[in-house]
């Protein structure tokens, strides 16, 4: 059993930086690639990018591409999103998931089979 606690989450303003941080209880995370998804209220749970188990190789939206960075601590069981020049349009519940052991999915939820609860990024303008 997996369990993915994120944290980090909170109201900024339009521009700011936010780091978000999902602490894995599991003695095979370094085996398991790691993804962020989120899903604003009335929309579609979306990916927003993932790194691999293996080689940290990082994929990303092109919606935050440039902007969000992904990194992972295998040493804390950990996996980070830091989140710079932050728009109100990333506004969302964030949610960290980890897919099979050597794996690397791409952006289809489906791929992953454990999730954490979320934690709400609200950016005003």
């Known amino acids: 059993q997996v369990q993915l606690v994120e944290s980090g989450g909170g109201l900024v303003q339009a521009g700011d930086s936010l780091r978000l941080s999902c602490a894995a209880s599991?003695?095979?995370?370094?085996?398991?690639?790691m993804a962020w998804f989120r899903q604003a209220p009335g929309k579609e749970r979306e990916f927003v990018g993932r790194?691999?188990?293996?080689?940290?190789?990082?994929y990303y939206a092109d919606s935050v591409k440039g902007r969000f960075t992904i990194s992972r601590d295998n040493a804390k069981n950990t996996v980070y999103l830091q989140m710079n020049s932050l728009k109100p349009e990333d506004t969302a519940v964030y949610r960290c998931?980890?897919?099979?052991?050597?794996?690397?999915?791409?952006?289809?939820?489906?791929?992953?089979?454990?999730w954490g609860q979320g934690t709400q990024v609200t950016v005003s303008s």
């Open positions: 599991v003695s095979t995370f370094t085996r398991r690639s």
């Open positions: 790194i691999a188990w293996n080689s940290g190789n990082t």
């Open positions: 998931a980890a897919s099979p052991p050597f794996r690397i999915p791409g952006n289809i939820p489906d791929e992953y089979n454990y």
